[in-house]
């Protein structure tokens, strides 16, 4: 199995990007992974992280029937 | 050394504690393993690159197929493929915690619209409908009445999958605006929450309020008891309990269960106790802690 990758946790800058729904910047920390669910705290909208490099986040996929806990 | 690995779908709050936990272990190398990400091959997956796979997974359809292909490999899991499914079924969950003698709202299950508006005559109203698998609170209903029953049973029947063929419906329980949520870690009861919230429905995921509760004698007791019957010694789980005129009554037992908003009401910190106990089975320490007043 793979495993996925993680930022460069040495590098201690606060990653950023533009959320794809309302384009305001969202803080992925220091140290985001990809398939994190960060939120949006401006629309609230929930964001996966898609890639480190080049960082990328797309829309995360909408609740389904069998989620859950 | 031991080695774990994490595996998820998308990574929450959840699966971050749990990172930040493992990363304090000294004692312990560990991957985090997506399953977007991953082929498996149940002949060639011989899979003891790890001494242990904690499961972390969001869909419990795509779960379960990790799961299978681990198990095939010779992986251990926790919580396992077993009680995964049991604990993602409602119908099979009740049937582990009656087989047991563990205490539960009265349920019936019925394969079609009529027998269901029968087992409703048989439970009275208000009862719930519950999907067999689903979570979060979603698709509940409280029926009042038959009317209302008639006309959510032809809407199931009309828009619903194959699944929503079985009708799960429980006794209506009248809370005292909370129910309760305990963590069950390899035969402990390490701590518990109330949820509290207006609505009938009292899923965080739906808003309720958390605070800790003491976990008392009797609740440790049905906890224990609900974990031996749903998931064995090495339960890792969240048990919800309703408070009713005759005691606890156990609603249902998560085997993926959300943290996040109960580590600071109760001060336990849930994940390093997690990390802890899986470590514990990865190294075939764990010992059971059943004793005999465990039954319920």
Redesign the interface.
Known sequence: ????A?ADAADLRILMVDCPECAVGVSLGASP?????VPCVECGVEL?VMSLDPLAVEL?PD??????? | MTRL?LL?????VEE?LL?RSLERRRDVEF????L???IFDPVASA?R?YDLVLNRT????RGLAALEMLEAGGAVTLNTREVVARC?DKVSMSAALARAGVPQPAVRVATSPEAALRALDELGYPAVLK?A????G?LLARLRDRDAAEALFEHKATLGGP?HGVFYLQAYVEKPGRDLRAFVIGGRTVCAIERRSEHWITNTARGAVTAGVPVDVEMDRICRAAALAVAGPEALI?VDLFESPDGYLVGEV?????FRNSIEPTGVDLPSLMVDHAVAVASGGIEARFGAGAAA
Do not use: F, Y
């Open positions: 199995m793979t495993a996925i993680t992974m990809t398939h994190e669910i996966e995360a609740v389904e029937e069998d989620w859950g806990e | 690995c998820v779908d998308r990574i929450r971050k990172i991957d985090v393993v997506a977007p990400d991953v899979e690159r969001l869909s419990l359809t993602g999907p698998v689903g979570s979060w979603r699944q969240a998560n085997a993926t269960m959300e």
